[in-house]
């Protein structure tokens, strides 16, 4: 209108059009000074529960209650309440519109969802407040950031039970009290399966080879507790796919209900986790205090935070730092150099007292670097992952682990490996060889690649998407059925035992329903 005005060299309309720009800058400055007085006065807020960690199974969900408290004198308008939060958990809030009278309260609830393990955070709440001076109505809402950090710590459903159970008892004295025991062959036979390089000829079932045509070997129960160790692969490259639905979600399920099995048999279980290094190596133990230790283990898998799983450089952490720290810190680091990132790194180590997690200083080239890691993974702040993966580290640091495993003392009685078949089987020929060698039982686990794929809602989708992602969907699914059976090979040819994720079905099932249907005495299941 003021440019109009002037155009047309009309003085009434270019004031008319400034006295418009004056009041809309008063009514906004009005608000804001408003909203300050208001926050002075004591506009907060506090969560329900003092605990700074919550614990959700994965797939779980948990309600956590806040309050928001008007300390002032005048009535205020809350609306466009959002959480602010890791994008790994889906958070709701209700109610998402208040009117707080003068030194009044309202809950308000927050309704998380985990669909993935791992350790997120909640940073607080964001807000538009409308002030009403005078009884007026509010022109202008004026956004605020409440930063009271709060932990989620999302663990494996299975292993979760683990964390809060009791400790002691006459029930928990046995299993730990003993080291393992070479675990003696159990009477019971358990399956008939395909010969593999480093049997032994005494477990072979002449007769039923005869029947066959090809060997078969008698698997038996294992009628002692044992010694178990499980490695995992956690390459950034298989959480592609729907979040809480990705190879790994699924993969990380597994792990835990083998674990717990074996612990509740009192079975004594060791962790590996691998990647481009060996993230994680825990010792075997047994009981509940041991099933929670590999719980949270298990948990640190979907964490990207160092810096050769996470795709940023010391530059972008840094930015990311100085965005999450500036409403934690009482001077806004103001008063820090643009830049300046060895104060910076000075200055978040006090922050960090705030923070929910104290996890293990991360990976990085430097340890400025490390410490600015080290704070976003204290607030549960996620990292993107590395671009171009690190599935060929990953696989020499598997074949480490399986050859550190094969010179343990006490031996293993069973390694349990999930990981994609590896594409240089000449890395872990050796090792699984040793680990035979001794009579070491390895089973090898392959991800889901395909489980992720699904159909898009048609409602949702334009004409024609559905078909072509139909498509899309099924050259995947083949190409990774393919890809499968490639593995499967490779491994066979290893003397490794396929297991299928997920079910706890052995590659061999087909040969057991073979053998079901012509029984042979004492050699069918």
């Given at each position: 209108?003021?440019?109009?005005?002037?155009?047309?060299?009309?003085?009434?309309v270019?004031?008319?059009?400034?006295?418009?720009?004056?009041?809309?800058?008063?009514?906004?400055?009005?608000?804001?000074?408003?909203?300050?007085?208001?926050?002075?006065?004591?506009?907060?807020?506090?969560?329900?529960?003092?605990?700074?960690?919550?614990?959700?199974?994965?797939?779980?969900?948990?309600?956590?209650?806040?309050?928001?408290?008007?300390?002032?004198?005048?009535?205020?308008?809350?609306?466009?309440?959002?959480?602010?939060?890791s994008?790994?958990?889906?958070?709701?809030?209700?109610?998402?519109?208040?009117?707080?009278?003068?030194?009044?309260?309202?809950?308000?609830?927050?309704?998380?969802?985990?669909?993935?393990?791992?350790r997120?955070?909640?940073?607080?709440?964001?807000?538009?407040?409308?002030?009403?001076?005078?009884?007026?109505?509010?022109?202008?809402?004026?956004?605020l950031?409440?930063?009271?950090?709060?932990?989620?710590?999302?663990?494996?459903?299975?292993?979760?039970?683990?964390?809060?159970?009791?400790?002691?008892?006459?029930?928990?004295?046995?299993?730990?009290?003993?080291?393992?025991?070479?675990?003696?062959?159990?009477?019971?036979?358990?399956?008939?399966?395909?010969?593999?390089?480093?049997?032994?000829?005494?477990?072979?079932?002449?007769?039923?080879?005869?029947?066959?045509?090809?060997?078969?070997?008698?698997?038996?129960?294992?009628?002692?507790?044992?010694?178990?160790?499980?490695?995992?692969?956690?390459?950034?490259?298989?959480?592609?796919?729907?979040?809480?639905?990705?190879?790994?979600?699924?993969?990380?399920?597994?792990?835990?209900?083998?674990?717990?099995?074996?612990?509740?048999?009192?079975?004594?279980?060791?962790?590996?986790i691998v990647?481009?290094?060996?993230?994680?190596?825990?010792?075997?133990?047994?009981?509940?205090?041991?099933?929670?230790?590999?719980?949270?283990?298990?948990?640190?898998?979907?964490?990207?935070?160092?810096?050769?799983?996470?795709?940023?450089?010391?530059?972008?952490v840094?930015?990311?730092?100085?965005?999450?720290?500036?409403?934690?810190?009482?001077?806004?680091?103001?008063?820090?150099?643009?830049?300046?990132?060895?104060?910076?790194?000075?200055?978040?180590?006090?922050?960090?007292?705030?923070?929910?997690?104290?996890?293990?200083?991360?990976?990085?080239?430097?340890?400025?670097?490390?410490?600015?890691r080290?704070?976003?993974?204290?607030?549960?702040?996620?990292?993107?992952?590395?671009?171009?993966?690190?599935?060929?580290?990953?696989?020499?640091?598997?074949?480490?682990?399986?050859?550190?495993?094969?010179?343990?003392?006490?031996?293993?009685?069973?390694?349990?490996?999930?990981?994609?078949?590896?594409?240089?089987?000449?890395?872990?020929?050796?090792?699984?060889?040793?680990?035979?060698?001794?009579?070491?039982?390895?089973?090898?686990?392959?991800?889901?690649?395909?489980a992720?794929?699904?159909?898009p809602?048609?409602?949702?989708?334009?004409?024609?998407?559905?078909?072509?992602?139909?498509?899309?969907?099924?050259?995947?699914?083949?190409?990774?059925?393919?890809?499968?059976?490639?593995?499967?090979?490779?491994?066979?040819?290893?003397?490794?035992?396929?297991?299928l994720?997920?079910?706890?079905?052995?590659?061999?099932?087909?040969?057991?329903?073979?053998?079901?249907?012509?029984?042979?005495?004492?050699?069918?299941?």
């Amino acid at each position: 209108m003021v440019t109009l005005g002037a155009a047309a060299r009309l003085s009434p309309v270019v004031g008319f059009g400034g006295a418009m720009l004056l009041a809309i800058a008063l009514g906004r400055a009005i608000a804001r000074v408003g909203v300050a007085r208001l926050r002075s006065a004591g506009f907060e807020m506090t969560w329900a529960d003092a605990r700074r960690v919550r614990v959700v199974p994965r797939g779980g969900s948990i309600v956590i209650r806040s309050e928001l408290r008007n300390g002032g004198d005048e009535p205020i308008r809350v609306s466009g309440l959002r959480p602010i939060a890791s994008s790994l958990l889906s958070v709701t809030v209700e109610p998402d519109l208040l009117d707080l009278p003068p030194n009044a309260g309202a809950t308000v609830d927050l309704t998380v969802r985990a669909p993935r393990v791992g350790r997120w955070g909640i940073h607080g709440l964001g807000l538009e407040v409308s002030v009403t001076p005078f009884g007026a109505k509010g022109a202008f809402e004026v956004p605020l950031l409440f930063a009271n950090p709060l932990g989620i710590e999302v663990l494996p459903a299975t292993l979760s039970a683990f964390v809060g159970s009791p400790r002691g008892g006459r029930t928990r004295r046995t299993a730990a009290a003993e080291r393992p025991g070479r675990p003696a062959e159990g009477h019971d036979l358990r399956e008939l399966r395909d010969y593999a390089p480093g049997d032994p000829f005494k477990r072979i079932a002449w007769k039923a080879s005869a029947r066959r045509g090809r060997l078969l070997v008698r698997e038996m129960d294992r009628g002692d507790r044992g010694l178990i160790w499980l490695v995992v692969d956690a390459s950034v490259e298989l959480w592609a796919g729907p979040v809480g639905n990705a190879p790994l979600d699924l993969v990380v399920d597994d792990v835990a209900s083998f674990a717990g099995a074996c612990l509740r048999r009192g079975d004594w279980v060791g962790l590996i986790i691998v990647a481009s290094r060996i993230q994680a190596w825990i010792e075997p133990r047994t009981g509940a205090t041991h099933g929670s230790i590999l719980a949270r283990a298990l948990a640190s898998v979907a964490e990207t935070v160092d810096a050769d799983r996470s795709e940023i450089d010391e530059a972008e952490v840094a930015r990311r730092v100085v965005e999450h720290a500036r409403p934690l810190d009482p001077r806004g680091l103001a008063d820090l150099r643009k830049g300046d990132l060895d104060a910076l790194a000075a200055r978040i180590d006090a922050l960090r007292s705030r923070a929910p997690f104290s996890p293990p200083l991360p990976f990085g080239a430097t340890l400025r670097e490390r410490r600015l890691r080290h704070y976003l993974a204290s607030f549960g702040i996620e990292l993107p992952p590395r671009v171009d993966g690190e599935r060929p580290e990953a696989e020499r640091a598997l074949a480490t682990s399986l050859g550190r495993l094969s010179a343990l003392r006490p031996r293993p009685d069973f390694v349990q490996v999930w990981a994609p078949p590896p594409s240089r089987p000449d890395l872990l020929a050796s090792q699984v060889g040793a680990l035979r060698a001794h009579g070491i039982e390895v089973c090898w686990s392959l991800p889901p690649f395909e489980a992720g794929l699904r159909l898009p809602h048609v409602d949702r989708v334009r004409p024609g998407a559905v078909e072509i992602s139909a498509v899309v969907n099924e050259a995947v699914r083949v190409r990774a059925h393919a890809a499968r059976e490639r593995g499967e090979r490779v491994l066979r040819r290893l003397g490794v035992r396929i297991v299928l994720a997920r079910t706890g079905r052995r590659a061999g099932d087909a040969n057991r329903r073979d053998l079901q249907d012509d029984p042979s005495r004492g050699e069918s299941p």
